[in-house]
Nanobody
Framework: VQLQASGGGLVQAGGSLRLSCAAS???????FGWFRQAPGKEREFVAG????????NYADSVKGRFTISRDNAKDTVYLEMISLKPEDTAVYYC??????????????WGQGTLVTVSS
C-alpha cells in the first residue's frame, strides 16, 4: 500500500485546511489514521477511521475541530481541520492498517505534509 498525503500549507490561526491521503497498491478494507509530529516532539495520533467509516476516534486535543472521513470509491481519506491553532503546526502523516477495525497498530505510512499555523 502506498500513501500520498497532500493539502498542507501555511494558514493563520483560526483558519482551516483539508488534508487528503490517496492510497494505491494492494488496498483492501484498511483502517486509516492521521498522525502528526511537531518539531522536537514525538509523533502523536490525531484521528482514525475504520474501513466502513462507522467508527472514528480522535486525540483529545483535536476533538471538535478536526474531522476524519473517507471515500472508499476513491481510496482517499481526508482530515478536515478548522479553528487551527499554532500548536497544530506539525508534519501530518497518513497511515493505513491491514485491519478494517479500530487499531493502534498501523502498517503503512505516507511521506507527510507540513501544516504551519501562524499566530
Amino acid at each position: 500500500v502506498q500513501l500520498q498525503a497532500s493539502g498542507g500549507g501555511l494558514v493563520q490561526a483560526g483558519g482551516s485546511l483539508r488534508l487528503s491521503c490517496a492510497a494505491s497498491g494492494r488496498t483492501f478494507r484498511n483502517t486509516f489514521g492521521w498522525f502528526r509530529q511537531a518539531p522536537g516532539k514525538e509523533r502523536e495520533f490525531v484521528a482514525g477511521i475504520t474501513w466502513s467509516g462507522s467508527q472514528t476516534n480522535y486525540a483529545d486535543s483535536v476533538k471538535g475541530r478536526f474531522t476524519i472521513s473517507r471515500d472508499n470509491a476513491k481510496d482517499t481519506v481526508y482530515l478536515e481541520m478548522i479553528s487551527l491553532k499554532p500548536e497544530d503546526t506539525a508534519v501530518y502523516y497518513c497511515a493505513a492498517a491491514i485491519t478494517p477495525y479500530q487499531t493502534q497498530r498501523y502498517d503503512y505510512w505516507g511521506q507527510g505534509t507540513l501544516v504551519t499555523v501562524s499566530s
